[in-house]
């Protein structure tokens, strides 16, 4: 990604799995209502490790992608993780966002999922985006809000520790409370008929699947892993962290409740 910005989870193997294990445990939360006709032509900006494009090729086995990303690194992955699954329809193709090597109105549908949250100027990517979308063709953009999450038992330090993964984003040029702007975002770059809907988390302990797959594997393990950063820059001493996270962890006892909000957004060019 370009214009300041940075990915503060870093490209590492474990990071890979982490967004596939929140890609496999969301797939009916966020894509239930993702779908696109036979013929369209779709891209998908900021693809990473192909985390979400298989639910995509798999929901829309008739339409085509192109599926973007800045990282050689993630689109290796990405293209070996849609071939094992035996897909057709996806090509991948490196590009910045804010650079985008097709001519206007390439595609009948946009998707972008956890992109806009890395970008320092989410905007200026709406906008780039809207040039290569055909008029009356939607844009579809999914993102968190760390500022969503709230949990039981309630922790100090946990709080602490999820603020610290919001400041690191904030100073690498992202926005981990996005979410909540899309609605705004997508209005200012031109978009009309914008319709946001709240996709709300809830874990409690009648959910394993969601105990294990989005509270252990995905968010915990995320805020987890800015453990280095967060102690290096002295925005909390390592007990104390430490016990954020085990109060994190602490969520996922029979006892234990958790909840987070993803906003998904569509919208129309004109």
């Given at each position: 990604?370009?214009?300041g910005s ?21 797939t ?28 995509l090729?798999?929901?829309?086995p008739?339409?085509s ?53 890395h ?100 968010f ?44 998904k ?6």
């Open positions: 990604m370009k214009k940075e990915y503060v989870h870093g490209y590492s193997p474990r990071e890979a799995e982490r967004l596939f294990d929140q890609a496999q445990t969301l009916g939360l966020l894509h239930h209502d993702t779908r696109y006709p036979a013929g369209s032509r779709v891209l998908e900006a900021g693809c990473g490790v192909g985390a979400q494009t298989v639910t090729a798999a929901g829309s008739e339409a992608f192109t599926c973007i990303d800045c990282s050689e690194v993630s689109l290796t992955e990405a293209e070996a993780r849609i071939q094992k699954t035996g897909h057709r329809n996806v090509v991948f193709q490196k590009a910045d966002i804010f650079n985008l090597p097709f001519p206007p109105a390439s595609f009948d549908h946009v998707f972008v999922c956890f992109v806009l949250e970008l320092a100027d989410p905007a200026g990517a709406l906008e780039s985006l809207k040039n290569v979308l055909k008029p009356g063709g939607t844009i579809t953009v999914i993102e968190g809000d760390h500022g969503s999450a709230y949990f039981h038992p309630d922790s100090m330090y946990a709080r602490t520790a999820i603020d610290c993964l919001v400041t690191l984003q904030k100073e690498a040029g992202g926005n981990a409370l996005v979410g909540r702007e899309l609605y705004p975002l997508l209005n200012g770059s031109g978009f009309s008929h914008v319709c946001v809907s709240p996709r709300m988390v809830y874990v409690d302990a009648s959910r394993p699947s969601l105990v294990e797959g989005f509270t252990r594997l995905t915990t393990a995320m805020v987890e892993g800015v453990r280095e950063a967060a102690l290096s820059k002295g925005m909390m001493t390592g007990p104390d962290w430490d016990r954020g996270i085990a109060d994190l962890y602490r969520t996922c006892e029979p006892d234990g409740v958790f909840c987070y909000t993803f906003f957004a569509v919208g129309v060019r004109k």
